[in-house]
């Protein structure tokens, strides 16, 4: 089912359709070949992302992940 859905997302044709799927990509973390717009694994994994994304947003304020990003810096010595 999941191969289904994932390969409605890599052929569908709306106007929007490329920028979903560069976006998805783009968080994904994953490196394309240039001649390559998408592959099935970096669009699941930039869904993953996404959704775990959207969970924390659900769950924290903006504040407060930007307070989380200075005391993870903190903890590492470095500016994120």
Not at 1 to 16: A, I, P, Q, T
Not at 64 to 74: T, V
Request: charged fraction near 25%.
């Amino acid at each position: 089912m999941l191969h289904c859905l994932f390969g409605r997302l890599s052929v569908r044709k709306r106007k929007n359709a490329p920028a979903v799927r560069k976006f998805l990509v783009q968080l994904s973390g994953r490196l394309i070949e240039k001649n390559k717009e998408f592959t099935t694994p970096a669009l699941l994994s930039g869904l993953w992302v996404f959704m775990k994304m959207m969970n924390v947003l659900k769950i924290y304020d903006v504040e407060s992940l930007f307070a989380f990003k200075e005391q993870i810096g903190d903890m590492m010595g470095m500016e994120l």
